[in-house]
């Protein structure tokens, strides 16, 4: 079997612009993870929306709802019902790769319990430290599941043979990684919240709260590993899920 590499979308992100580098206007942003099918195992990057977020009375929703956010999702868009439909239980899922420790990206793990969590040092040690959660908003609620875990320092070969490697992508939050993966389908780079859409590798437009110096020295690091035919895929790009998604959901 060859590596293959689905993307899927987990509910919607609604927000000021501002916050996403896309002006003034509420804006609503898809979330997307990744399932990467190899001959040793199936691995994620990133697991997308908890359960509890269907409920739109559950405190995180509420208070999103309280700083002009929402992060609307029903249960078919969850990690465990994405990947029925790729004919994967989800009981056999190795490894979850998280770019980071935010709740969009990690909340799905309650639904892969046998999984092995993947994630930077630095990004698992500030998720327990609480000033720095408290300053990122990473919420152990969504992550401190008692999964294995691996925490990688750095460049990581995922499965030892150059498929899947990951990437330091520091800025975003203190340990915010990206991978990259070389499927039968082409080369792509999963960028993460290292850079939420295209525009803003022009505009250098990051979040308030994150390290602006760190994510353009990492941006800058992920655009050099491009080859000519290599394929960024951003944090939270609507051009890129729109009606041709730069990646396939199923296997049809």
Known sequence: MTVQLFGCVCGQFHSPGAGLGMGDQQVSVPIPFYVVEHPDGVALFDCGLHGDITNPDDPYRQRLRSQGMDSPVNAEELAAASLE????D????RYVVLSHLHFDHAGGLHQLPNAT???QKKEWDAGFDDDMAARYFLVRRFFDLG???KLVD???DLFGDGSVTLHPSF???PGH???RVRSEDGDYILVGDACYHGGVVETRDFPAYSDHAAMNRSLDSLLALRGPDTVMVFGHDPAQWGERPVLR????
């Open 85 to 88: 439909r790729l004919d994967i």
């Open 90 to 93: 989800p009981a056999r899922v």
């Open 117 to 119: 969590v993947v994630a």
């Open 147 to 149: 999964h294995p875990v």
């Open 154 to 156: 750095g460049e990581h």
């Open 171 to 173: 800025g975003h939050t």
């Open 177 to 179: 990684q990206s991978m």
């Open 249 to 252: 959901a199923t296997r049809a």
